[in-house]
């Protein structure tokens, strides 16, 4: 525990000074366990996910979907969500004090709670509804039943996603902080450390992957690099690849804190004690963007801030530079980097760097595009516009007109280059018959000539199908014509049986389902959506005696293609 403390002090300290966890903090003598049983983990807050940090803790169903979810204090209800996708069934309790605990995935509310939504939803003629009680409405006890829990939303598995967050809003790293305990004396893991090296050409940075090392650790937490001396020619920055585990679990964890130290002398530090949901998306400039997209189960860490990042877990970089390392002098450089898990777990790497050979490295092709400036491109029938503040750095980039698995594509450049602000691509559509024009939407092409749904529509003033998209690419130009495909678990004519549900196994081709309706014998009624299972599913109200009931469900994407299912049951 000496160890800890002295970390919260040398990586902690400069991401409290940046306002990351300033104020009081409520620890296990205000809070209890969400659950009824040990916390044990399927995800941790600061874990690497698409576009964001994660938020919160992720605990592992141990008594199975249905178990109780209990209010960690004395609160009351101030929100309460349903989504077919992100939290699912969400609840926000809100303390005395002013923070708020969040349980997300729920598979349904207490009773009261849950009499209250369906009458909204019904008021609302919506599955979804995003709520906000009086706050007298649902006052809530310490260890009372709030909910159970579930899979709902854009869960990967049965789990209850917890949180909870400060008066400002931001969620609080709650293992680092020793609120709740969870078994760990499983070091991090550094497999690889990557070396770049930087340099410019007409006022625009690039960089070059250098060299590339294996690590081992060892089980005393010492990583031992494959090559103890890396060489650079001018200047550079390190990343790192990391993973961390909980004891006797394979489910990894993002890890807490890196400090690097150059000669003795700290360089770059990140700590996750708090997270902002203003700022979560430069999570993608947090990590080596390119590198991290193809690791599978490991996330690659820049040791290094780029100009256009906001993120406020950043310690002594913040005032000592960005984590460049220069051997312009000719010095050697010790290079000391110590890794921490959110149980204080460490794992420490230790190697040289020395004055090499300069790459002759080839100068990126295209314009250079100031990351605060953007910049607009424009080709014969198309334009790609990217707005100041998009590009996490300055780079070098080019458009044009090509080809991927003989589709006409729109290139600028690459999927590995994410953006904070959405860009805006037009391309035109030559000979596309005004009958289709509704239908054209945009779509980004992957190598193997896979499309994915960018949305958009046709443009008549321009003639461009024009669409916002978060990452740069191969674009091109589809038409979606076809209507969703509708399948009935239950035949025609079925009985229903007691305690099962009307349930539909829904798809779309390509555009995506926007819309849903189902009735019962001309009454709207409640239709629950799981996009991840493609399943549409009605609990229908029973009578004293079976009766045939006249069943209607229709389905819309996007493009306004509809499907209409119809049907009698009895139950």
Not at 170 to 198: C, H, M, Q, W
Not at 254 to 276: H, M
Not at 424 to 439: D, F, Y
């Amino acid at each position: 525990m000496i160890f800890r403390k002295i970390l919260i002090i040398a990586v902690g300290a400069g991401a409290l000074a940046g306002g990351q966890a300033a104020g009081k903090s409520y620890g296990p003598e205000y809070y209890r366990s969400p659950v009824g049983f040990a916390i044990t983990l399927a995800g941790n807050i600061g874990e690497i996910r698409s576009d964001h940090f994660h938020t919160g803790m992720d605990i592992k169903a141990l008594q199975g979907v249905g178990s109780p979810v209990y209010a960690v204090a004395d609160g009351y209800i101030s929100r309460v969500g349903v989504s077919p996708t992100g939290y699912g069934h969400v609840l926000y309790v809100t303390h005395p004090n002013g923070e708020t605990s969040v349980y997300g995935h729920l598979d349904r509310f207490a009773p009261r709670i849950a009499r209250w939504v369906r009458e909204r939803q019904y008021a609302k003629r919506s599955f979804r509804v995003d709520l906000y009680p009086e706050k007298g409405m649902f006052p809530v006890r310490q260890g009372e039943p709030i909910a159970y829990l579930g899979n709902t939303g854009s869960s990967g598995g049965p789990h209850l996603h917890f949180e909870i967050r400060d008066p400002q809003g931001r969620p609080r790293n709650l293992v680092a902080e020793g609120v709740f305990k969870v078994a760990d004396r499983v070091p991090p893991t550094i497999s690889r450390i990557l070396l770049y090296e930087t340099d410019s050409a007409n006022g625009a940075p690039y960089r070059t992957l250098r060299q590339s090392v294996a690590v081992r650790t060892l089980p005393d937490g010492t990583a031992v690099p494959e090559d103890s001396v890396l060489y650079l020619g001018r200047k550079g920055y390190l990343a790192y690849e990391t993973i961390d585990y909980k004891d006797g679990k394979s489910n990894t964890m993002g890890v807490y804190a890196i400090e690097q130290r150059v000669d003795g002398s700290p360089n770059f530090s990140f700590a996750i004690d708090r997270l902002d949901f203003a700022t979560n998306a430069y999570v993608n400039t947090f990590v080596d963007y390119p590198e991290n997209h193809k690791a599978r189960r490991t996330s690659v860490l820049r040791a290094y801030v780029s100009p256009h990042n906001r993120l406020a877990v950043y310690g002594q970089s913040r005032r000592s530079g960005d984590g460049t390392i220069s051997v312009e002098d000719s010095a050697s450089r010790r290079i000391e980097t110590t890794v921490t898990d959110d149980a204080g777990n460490r794992t420490v790497l230790k190697f040289r760097i020395e004055r090499g050979t300069a790459l002759c490295a080839e100068v990126p092709q295209g314009d250079p595009v100031p990351w605060w400036k953007g910049r607009t491109f424009r080709l014969p029938d198309a334009t790609v516009a990217i707005p100041g503040g998009a590009l996490y750095e300055s780079m070098h980039l080019s458009a044009c007109r090509d080809t991927v698995c003989g589709i006409p594509v729109v290139r600028i450049g690459s999927a590995d280059v994410p953006l904070q602000k959405a860009a805006t691509v037009g391309i035109g559509a030559a000979g596309l018959p005004e009958s289709l024009q509704p239908k054209a939407l945009l779509v980004s092409v992957a190598a193997d000539g896979k499309p994915t749904n960018m949305g958009g529509r046709w443009d008549a003033v321009s003639g461009l199908v024009t669409a916002s998209v978060k990452r740069l690419g191969s674009f091109a130009v589809a038409v979606d014509t076809l209507a969703p495909v509708i399948r009935a678990v239950y035949g025609s004519g079925a009985r229903i049986p007691a305690g099962k549900t009307l349930r539909w196994r829904v798809t779309d081709d390509l555009s995506g389902i926007v819309r849903y309706t189902l009735t019962v014998d001309g009454r709207w009624k409640l239709l629950a959506w799981d996009p991840k299972s493609r399943t549409m599913e009605h609990a229908p109200t029973r009578g004293e005696t079976p009766a045939k009931h006249a069943v209607v469900l229709t389905v819309r994407d996007a493009k306004g293609n509809t499907k209409t299912f119809k049907s009698t049951y009895i139950w």
